[in-house]
């Protein structure tokens, strides 16, 4: 099976990420983790190039076809054969994050991305996504370290990624649940955990 977690910069994704994968280790399952952008030679150098060179200008577009250029070789490299394999993966976003963060906070047209999405990943999408939701401000306060690229473009910016989430959401609920993030991280993480155990049972029933 294949889960993500998402949500704005702040609200805890790489941490419940992590989390999750340890517990459903302990239920059995070979998990592989990964990260979107990043986790294969490629995407690494991509997510250099997209979130520490804060001297490169890159236009929003080209932003968007770098972050799907990662996720396709993500897919090839890693997720598609962990599935074929019997494998569970967990990832630190995916290709929700791409259609929010470019089309809805950076004005891109959100069809397109999902279109394009489904070319650079061949059609593979998660069983479901977690989105991890908070107010923006309250999730950039969290971030105490050096903000990268994407970090740093502006609380409008955030709040239109947090509505965007949450648009998202509201359109593909049978994909999509969303997690309040604004409380413990062991109150987060069993939210998590009984969400994915849900899509566990569902999936067990077909």
């Given at each position: 099976?294949?889960?993500?977690?998402?949500?704005?910069?702040?609200?805890?994704?790489?941490?419940?990420?992590?989390?999750l994968?340890?517990?459903?280790?302990?239920?059995?399952?070979?998990?592989?983790?990964?990260?979107?952008?990043?986790?294969?030679?490629?995407?690494?150098?991509?997510?250099?190039l997209?979130?520490?060179?804060?001297?490169?200008a890159?236009?929003?577009?080209?932003?968007?076809?770098l972050?799907?250029?990662?996720?396709?070789q993500l897919?090839e490299?890693?997720?598609r054969?962990?599935?074929?394999?019997?494998?569970?993966?967990?990832s630190?976003?995916?290709l929700?994050a791409?259609?929010?963060?470019?089309?809805?906070g950076?004005?891109?047209?959100?069809?397109?991305?999902?279109?394009?999405?489904?070319?650079?990943?061949?059609?593979l999408?998660?069983?479901?996504?977690?989105v991890?939701?908070m107010?923006?401000?309250?999730?950039?306060a969290r971030l105490e370290?050096?903000?990268?690229?994407?970090?740093?473009?502006?609380?409008?910016?955030?709040?239109?990624?947090?509505?965007g989430?949450?648009?998202?959401?509201?359109?593909?609920?049978?994909?999509i649940?969303?997690?309040?993030a604004?409380?413990?991280m062991a109150?987060?993480q069993?939210?998590i955990?009984?969400?994915?155990?849900?899509?566990?049972g569902?999936?067990?029933?077909?």
């Open positions: 099976m294949f889960f993500s977690i998402d949500g704005g910069d702040g609200t805890g994704k790489s941490t419940q990420a992590a989390l994968s340890e517990w459903l280790r302990g239920r059995g399952h070979d998990v592989v983790a990964c990260r979107d952008p990043g986790s294969t030679p490629l995407g690494e150098a991509v997510r250099g997209l979130l520490d060179r804060h001297d490169l890159i236009d929003r577009r080209s932003e968007m076809l972050y799907m250029a990662a996720r396709a897919v490299e890693v997720i054969p962990a599935l074929a394999a019997g494998r569970t993966v967990v630190d976003r995916y929700l791409n259609v929010v963060y470019q089309g809805h950076g004005g891109l047209d959100v069809e397109t991305l999902w279109e394009v999405g489904r070319v650079a990943t061949g059609g999408m998660p069983d479901l996504t977690v991890l939701d107010p923006a401000e309250a999730a950039a370290r050096q903000l990268d690229r994407m970090e740093q473009q502006g609380d409008a910016f955030h709040a239109r990624v947090r509505e989430f949450l648009a998202e959401a509201a359109r593909d609920q049978s994909r649940v969303v997690v309040n604004a409380r413990s109150e987060v069993a939210d955990q009984a969400a994915v155990q849900r899509e566990i569902a999936q067990a029933m077909k």
